[in-house]
């Protein structure tokens, strides 16, 4: 066996939550010392509100088609999914009050499918959307989860 280097890292925030933090060597001429982010300008944090000055953006998730589509919310807050036979969306699942987002819904080649949905999901005047029939056409679900239970959608059919 070699010889064996040790280090020690010191963390020194201060109570604006910056500071600093030092790797010691043994060999006192290659410390590194780095400085931690001020969180109230320069790094996003979760406790909270955030200006951004760039554009932010989500992935969209392919869903896999299946006779039902179960979307994991954990996974993204856009979603995209072509059609190759009827299907039912069924309750997501990891569902958090107040995550929003899209669905991209395509037909096939064949066009004409349909998606029933599961009671979870909400539509203006309690009556889910008619998808357009078209092969290729693509419709759009916006959703934002208000319960456990109830996720509120806007469809729009029929991009061009």
Same mark, same amino acid.
């Given at each position: 066996?070699?010889?064996?280097?040790?280090?020690?890292?010191?963390? $020194?925030?201060? &109570? #604006?939550? !910056?500071?600093?933090?030092? $790797?010691? =060597?043994?060999?006192?001429?290659?410390?590194? !010392? @780095?400085?931690? +982010?001020?969180?109230?300008?320069?790094?996003?944090?979760?406790?909270?509100?955030?200006? @951004?000055? #760039?554009?932010?953006?989500?992935?969209?998730?392919?869903?896999?088609? &299946?006779?039902?589509?179960? /979307?994991?919310?954990?996974? =993204?807050?856009? @979603?995209? $999914?072509?059609?190759?036979?009827?299907?039912?969306?069924?309750? +997501?699942?990891?569902?958090? #009050?107040?995550?929003?987002? %899209?669905?991209? /819904?395509?037909?096939?080649?064949?066009? =004409?499918? !349909?998606?029933? @949905?599961? %009671?979870?999901?909400?539509?203006?005047?309690?009556? #889910?959307?008619?998808? =357009?029939?078209?092969?290729? &056409?693509?419709?759009?679900?916006?959703?934002?989860?208000?319960? %456990?239970?109830? /996720?509120?959608?806007?469809?729009?059919? &029929?991009? %061009?």
């Amino acid at each position: 066996m070699g010889d064996r280097i040790m280090s020690k890292i010191q963390l $020194v925030p201060n &109570a #604006a939550g !910056t500071g600093t933090f030092t $790797v010691e =060597s043994p060999n006192s001429n290659t410390n590194r !010392t @780095f400085s931690l +982010p001020d969180i109230t300008g320069t790094a996003a944090v979760l406790s909270g509100a955030q200006t @951004f000055t #760039a554009g932010q953006r989500g992935e969209i998730t392919s869903l896999t088609d &299946a006779t039902s589509i179960t /979307i994991d919310l954990a996974d =993204s807050n856009n @979603f995209a $999914v072509t059609l190759a036979g009827n299907r039912t969306l069924e309750t +997501p699942s990891n569902v958090v #009050a107040g995550q929003c987002g %899209s669905m991209f /819904i395509v037909q096939d080649g064949t066009g =004409s499918r !349909t998606l029933s @949905f599961a %009671s979870t999901y909400k539509f203006i005047g309690g009556t #889910a959307p008619t998808l =357009s029939t078209a092969a290729g &056409a693509i419709d759009r679900l916006d959703y934002i989860v208000q319960t %456990s239970t109830a /996720i509120q959608c806007v469809f729009t059919a &029929a991009y %061009s």
